[in-house]
């Protein structure tokens, strides 16, 4: 019967040409999901068939509906007034039904979509996580094997995304691809593998973490180095602070004893007479009371010129006996 509908659809005639659209006209899926296209028409067709790479798969006639469909193959009606409309399913999508999806209206033109059937495969970042001292390289490795067509790969270091140079090789009908990053361990992070094929609406992705000791080290040449000169800048400013001080405390030295001379100066002067007195004669400092018991003793006083004045000695007829007073 499938075949005396087929030939009963090729020799009518062709009425009032009708205006067929088929979406999407390119569609990519992953193995084992599903594939959908929609063909649609301005005028209601009386027969729709769809073929799959020319093989004829589900014919759909107005009065009885969907024929010959299978649990792979289906058709459902979305017609509205105005639109006649059919949902074509292809269900298990495998890799031999990539190529030509056909859908065929009585009295309209043919329309043909292409269908891609893809692969995806699985995402490892060899290694696993790092820790490295602040400052070294970091290299990770990231390889994504059984994909459908060639992948596309790029890394993530926190949030940010950066491209990625990969090497692939080919095992049976499936690529398997590699690629390398190499950052400096600045600060710890989060290391993301995405790898993606058309079919994918989000990259599949593996996550490691870089951990990132701080350099003790160099912390430590910088706490000496900041240690020293603080240092130096304090035994300079002490140096500096000294020598100010030795500076005023001896010009502060030198005045004092200069005051003092020119003190020490005015004093004599004011206690030197104007004439010079003579031993024994008209001396107004003789003293003509008794000492020791020796009524004819006497004392002169004899002014000196350099500040001093020194008692003049004592005679007697007796033994002789010397007195010093000092007049200041």
Not at 107 to 135: D, F, H, P, Y
Not at 266 to 286: A, F, H, I, L
Request: contains cysteine; proline residues 3%.
């Amino acid at each position: 019967m499938d075949v005396f509908r087929l030939g009963l659809f090729l020799l009518i005639t062709k009425g009032v040409s009708a205006e067929v659209q088929l979406q999407p006209l390119n569609a990519a899926v992953l193995r084992g999901s599903k594939a959908r296209f929609n063909c649609s028409t301005t005028l209601t067709p009386s027969v729709m068939t769809w073929t799959v790479n020319g093989l004829l798969v589900v014919t759909i006639i107005e009065a009885s509906g969907v024929l010959n469909s299978t649990d792979r193959f289906s058709a459902t009606n979305f017609t509205t007034p105005g639109n006649y409309k059919w949902e074509f399913i292809i269900s298990n999508v495998q890799r031999n039904d990539a190529g030509e999806v056909t859908c065929q209206v009585l009295g309209g033109a043919s329309q043909m979509a292409t269908l891609s059937v893809q692969e995806r495969g699985s995402v490892e970042i060899v290694g696993g996580n790092q820790t490295k001292t602040e400052g070294a390289q970091a290299e990770f490795q990231c390889r994504a094997v059984g994909w459908f067509p060639e992948p596309s790969m790029s890394w993530s270091v926190n949030g940010v995304e950066t491209s990625c140079n990969r090497s692939s090789v080919t095992q049976g009908s499936l690529f398997n691809s590699s690629c390398t990053l190499t950052v400096t361990a600045i600060k710890t992070s989060s290391v993301q593998c995405l790898v993606t094929v058309p079919a994918l609406n989000t990259p599949e992705s593996n996550t490691v973490f870089l951990t990132v000791n701080k350099n003790t080290k160099r912390d430590q040449t910088v706490l000496i180095a900041v240690t020293v000169a603080f240092s130096a800048a304090a035994l300079l400013f002490l140096i500096i602070y000294g020598i100010v001080f030795f500076c005023l405390r001896r010009r502060k030295k030198k005045s004092s004893y200069q005051e003092e001379i020119r003190r020490a100066r005015v004093q004599s002067q004011n206690r030197t007479p104007d004439t010079q007195n003579v031993r024994g004669r008209d001396n107004q400092g003789y003293d003509t009371d008794e000492h020791d018991g020796h009524p004819n003793g006497g004392v002169w006083f004899t002014n000196v010129s350099n500040d001093h004045q020194i008692l003049d000695d004592i005679f007697e007829d007796g033994p002789r006996k010397h007195r010093h007073m000092t007049i200041v």
